[in-house]
């Protein structure tokens, strides 16, 4: 099944949340040479900051522990080399926590190669005049309330981490596709000139970027889109090859399926124009692509295309913005929906009369509208959840919302059931510039001895 | 006599930002002229005129036997600071499989 001339890459996680099991089973049953753990949401990394604020030593993905604890005996057994931006805030501190694993666990002395440079916090302060992507605005409209900015950095710094033999290598921000692409070109010397080869490169990263969602996850609809043990589902890995053909497959024995439906459901998943998929490696062009089912679970990659990388990082700006808060409480039997809007009514002038007042406010009555909207168009439910939410600066104004929701279940119409405890979040909003890559100084550190 | 885009096409949504992304991918490749035809960017638009102000652009992938919708101004300011309960938009693809479409036959 697999030759020789070949080297496989697994994908481990597609995001902090993802499901631990089937990495262990990619590492155990999958022969990968590596495993990568996509571990960073947009405002991942401003709460990360937040933490290591708080404890110098934290900052990094708390699922380190959890993952590497995990799959780390097998790993190094076997030789397969990890690679993931679990590093978050604090790649060093990550290391230096992914070290300590290592020893409790008997492995030894293991190095670590970090990715630094992704943080640019302290250069943009002085970039004022950056446009934000998002408005137009100038970055200076959010530098006092910045917690965060990080660059999405690319393949080129990962592949010299993975240069320096370490079996680990962790980084901050980096590219989703870039942390699939970088042991592709550590392994098979492609260059950014190579744009055939990094185009099917950068391909196969965004196909695993996501884990299941090539292998069923996000995909099943019963009696149309059927998926096989759905509860088992494994891990997906590229076969990719010198020359830059590429096959994706998953896990053997394994459930779900890997097959041309669900490969492209993520293929096109968070691209925009598909000739012009930006990474930071190259600009993707995905509209020539062909995928063909080779065997059961082989789905093979071709034609793809890309040009030459943008002069400039993608900056992920993360600022404090309010909070928010919501409240809910169900409604059941009779005129259950009538008297969630009364509900609803009542709670919003009670904020009123109390003085609060949000820069957004929304009412959903789950199970009929909280979803699609259009609350007059669909059917009545026999019984409906009344959710209130709202955004504003006011810590108080936030917390009253989820207080007088639970309050209906004295002060409210009759039979209010089931109110959730009053919620507050920080909003961690994110904003991004366009940075000149000469500015940034990526570079890698290796703690320990390669 | 209608068709919904659900009977002949299968579909995913993503976000980045405060912009929706909505795959459409035919089961079989006969369809896909019928969509180019039928399945506009204005009729999504309209589709989705209570959850998106737009605009929409359609990007035909005739390679992949689909279709990539791109709508903006559709996830309540974006993940980060939306009060939607579904801050992704991950079940706008349901939105779009319940378009309904004049009869191909």
């Known amino acids: 099944m697999r030759s020789k001339d070949a080297v496989r890459v697994g994908s481990g996680a597609g995001t902090s949340d993802d499901r631990l099991i089937p990495a262990l089973e990619l590492a155990e049953r999958g022969d990968i040479d590596y495993l990568v753990f996509e571990c960073l949401a947009e405002r991942t990394v401003s709460r990360e900051n937040l933490s290591r604020s708080k404890n110098p030593d934290q900052g990094y993905s708390p699922s380190l522990h959890a993952r590497l604890r995990m799959v780390l005996p097998t790993c190094i057994g076997k030789g397969i080399r990890i690679v993931s931006n679990m590093g978050a805030a604090n790649p060093l501190g990550g290391a230096r926590a992914a070290r300590q694993e290592a020893a409790d666990l008997g492995l030894g002395d293991i190095a670590v190669a970090v990715v630094l440079g992704d943080d640019v916090s302290s250069l943009v302060q002085h970039k004022g005049e950056l446009r934000l992507i998002e408005n137009g605005e100038p970055l200076e409209s959010i530098l006092p309330k910045m917690i965060s900015a990080n660059a999405y950095l690319g393949a080129d710094v990962v592949c010299e981490a993975l240069h320096t033999g370490a079996p680990i290598v962790l980084s901050g921000r980096v590219a989703d596709p870039s942390l699939f692409l970088a042991p592709m070109m550590h392994e098979f010397g492609w260059a950014y000139d190579d744009l055939p080869k990094i185009a099917q490169g950068t391909a196969a990263g965004h196909l695993l970027e996501c884990t299941a969602s090539v292998t069923g996850g996000c995909f099943g609809w019963p009696g149309k889109k059927d998926v096989p043990d759905l509860a088992r589902n ?47 490696d190259c600009v993707l062009d995905i509209t020539g692509i062909a995928l063909t089912q080779e065997a059961p679970d082989r789905v093979r990659v071709t034609h793809a295309k890309a040009r030459h990388a943008t ?91 989820g207080f007088e929701v639970r309050a209906l279940h004295m002060h409210g119409p009759g039979g209010a059931g089931g109110a959730c405890e009053p919620r507050v979040r920080d909003v961690l909003a994110v904003k991004s510039v366009l940075l000149p890559k000469s500015m940034v100084n990526a570079q890698v550190i290796v703690e320990g001895t390669p | 006599m209608s068709v919904r885009v659900y009977d002949l096409a299968h579909s995913r949504a993503g976000d980045k930002g405060n912009t929706s992304n909505i795959s459409v991918i035919c089961y079989d490749a006969s369809h896909w002229e019928f969509l180019e035809r039928e399945l506009t960017a204005e009729r999504v638009a309209d589709a989705f005129r209570h959850l998106a102000k737009g605009p929409v652009r359609r990007y035909p992938l005739r390679n992949l036997k689909a279709f990539n919708f791109v709508i903006e101004n559709a996830l309540g300011g974006g993940v980060t600071v939306s009060l939607a309960q579904d801050i992704h938009g991950k079940s706008y693809s349901n939105v779009m499989l319940a378009i309904e479409l004049p009869d191909p036959k």
């Open chain 1, 234 to 280: 494994g891990f997906p890995f590229a076969d990719v090859k010198a020359d830059g053909s590429i096959v994706i497959g998953k896990t053997p024995g394994s459930g779900g399926r890997l097959d041309v439906m669900t490969c492209t459901e993520q293929l096109i998943y968070e691209i925009h124009d598909p000739a012009a998929y930006i990474t930071p």
């Open chain 1, 311 to 401: 002069p400039t990082y993608k900056v992920n700006v993360g600022y404090a913005d309010g909070y928010i808060g919501e409240g809910e409480v169900s409604y059941g039997g009779i005129d259950a929906v009538a008297r969630a809007k009364w509900a609803a009514e009542i709670v919003k002038e009670r904020l009123k009369l109390q003085g609060f007042a949000y820069d957004d406010f929304r009412v959903d009555l789950i199970g009929m509208s909280s979803l699609h909207d259009q609350v007059a168009i669909r059917p009545e439910p026999y019984e409906v959840r009344l959710r209130m939410a709202g955004r504003t600066n006011d810590r108080k104004a936030a917390h009253a919302i």
